[in-house]
């Protein structure tokens, strides 16, 4: 059995699309196994560029087949459309099964999701409004709706009519809008449920057969350890773990399928959505480091946001691999950084006077500051290294510092948003 977790050590948008797509052609199954259309992984791959929301970053190997678990939250509009749009720009067909345990997203949680956000006012918590924190919020109160429900009717009416029981009530009276109608509902979810059923099947009895038979697994996460609803910023948090432990359980494998952890690390930060952010730079040095950013500057893969970006941070990284579990690291844009003659990087947080190396809960770190250290920036451009020693001392002294602050080799050196932009050591 060999599982494989690519997951994030920051924030997210650290560059798991294009490390799972690299690793993706020495594999035979890439899993998403949390998070839906709310993620932007952006994939540079020989058909041009995506930013794949729902769909794993398998999906442009042929061979590959590409699983959407029961842990993630299926809009099968935004599947279906991810999917023609693919084709359409010359992508062949992927092999894609959805697992039939998997829940949908109701066009009643996008719509709550959007009132909340608009309710809350300048309070908003950044939601990208694809109505994840309400369908999570149903899956754990048991008022969801898994896939193998649709292609029941009888059973199908029976979970929504009792959803909107209370739904109904949120939209008139909180929220000033008009009910949903039950039989419009219906109708609309029998509509999609013949379109996605093609896809629909058991993974976790087609994944146990995988694994027995010695295929090679990827298990691809969403947003990044600091964005875990246990372990992150809460509650500037998504809603589904974004841990390389839930991999196994978003995915349906058990524990002992997960053999490597490669925890993907920026080589400096960047945040989409509200929250504390203690490297976060402003005025030009943002305007700078977020024009050269990723592929084509840091602009959110879903909404376009401008990304917040500020120095590497040694606090959060640490506690991010950690809390990972990582047995190696994929450090990517280490590109970007190629403009600067002293890198700073946060070694520590000041909080009231003391100096904090151990990440700490919201209400310290909204008032931490960060403590900065100059590494030796190497101030030319390092997007053509294919080997380790192509790279200038400076950038590899810059490795060797990341590394110490992971805890786990750094095996992969991301130079660019292309999949042979990249260093294996
Ligand atoms: P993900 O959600 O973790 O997959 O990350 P995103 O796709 O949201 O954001 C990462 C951005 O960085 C995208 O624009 C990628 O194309 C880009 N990218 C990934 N690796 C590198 C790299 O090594 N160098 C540069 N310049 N861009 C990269």
New binding site residues.
């Given amino acids: 059995m060999a599982g494989t977790a690519v997951v ?1 050590a920051n924030w ?7 490390i799972t797509d690299y690793l993706a052609g020495s594999s035979d199954v890439v899993v998403r196994f949390q998070g839906g259309s709310n ?4 994939v ?1 791959s020989e058909y041009g560029k995506f ?1 794949l929301h729902l769909l794993p970053s398998g999906v442009f190997h042929q061979g590959v087949t590409n699983v959407l678990g029961p842990g993630v939250a299926v809009d099968i509009d935004e599947f279906l459309k991810e999917l023609a749009e693919l084709v359409d720009r010359g992508v062949p067909s992927p092999e894609v099964l959805v697992s039939e345990r998997a829940q949908v997203v109701l066009p009643y949680h996008r719509m709550l999701d959007e009132y909340e956000e608009e309710r809350l006012g300048a309070r908003q918590f950044g939601s990208t409004r694809s109505g994840i924190a309400p369908f999570y919020s149903d899956k754990f109160a048991k008022t969801g709706v898994q896939l193998a429900t649709l292609f029941d009717e009888r059973l199908l009416r029976e979970r929504v009519g009792y959803a909107l029981e209370i739904k109904n009530v949120l939209l008139k009276h909180l929220y000033g809008k008009q009910p949903i109608s039950e039989d419009s509902l219906v109708d609309r979810l029998l509509a999609a449920a013949r379109a996605i059923r093609p896809f629909v099947t058991d993974t976790t009895a087609f994944l146990r057969e995988a694994l027995s038979s010695g295929k090679e697994v990827l298990l691809e996460g969403q947003l990044g350890t600091l964005r875990d609803p246990d372990h992150g910023i809460y509650p500037y948090s998504t809603s589904s773990s974004t841990l390389a432990g839930y991999a196994c359980t978003g995915a349906g494998v058990p524990p002992n399928a997960i053999h490597e952890i490669v925890a ?1 690390v920026k080589a400096y930060s960047s945040a989409v959505g509200e929250g504390p952010f203690v490297t976060e730079l402003a005025g030009e040095q943002a305007e700078e480091l977020r024009g050269r ?4 500057g840091e602009y959110g ?1 879903k909404t376009g946001r401008p990304r917040r970006v500020g120095w590497f941070d040694a606090v959060a990284t640490r506690y991010g691999c950690a809390v990972q579990g990582a047995t190696c690291v994929a450090l ?5 950084l190629g403009y600067l003659a002293e890198i700073p990087v946060c070694v520590a947080y000041d909080v009231d006077g003391r100096g904090l190396t151990e990440f700490p809960t919201t209400p310290l770190l909204a008032r931490a500051k960060p403590v900065l250290d100059r590494l030796p920036g190497w101030l030319c451009d390092v997007s053509d290294a294919r080997r380790f020693q192509d790279l200038p001392a400076q950038a590899r002294d810059y490795v060797a510092f990341v590394e110490r602050v992971a805890g786990a080799p750094v095996q992969y050196v ?4 292309h999949r042979d ?1 990249t260093v294996v050591r």
Avoid: F, I, Y
């Fill in positions: 994030g997210g948008d650290e560059g798991k699309g294009k993620a932007g992984h952006t540079v930013a993907v950013g990723g592929s084509d893969a990517t844009n280490l590109d970007v991301s130079v660019g948003p932009q």
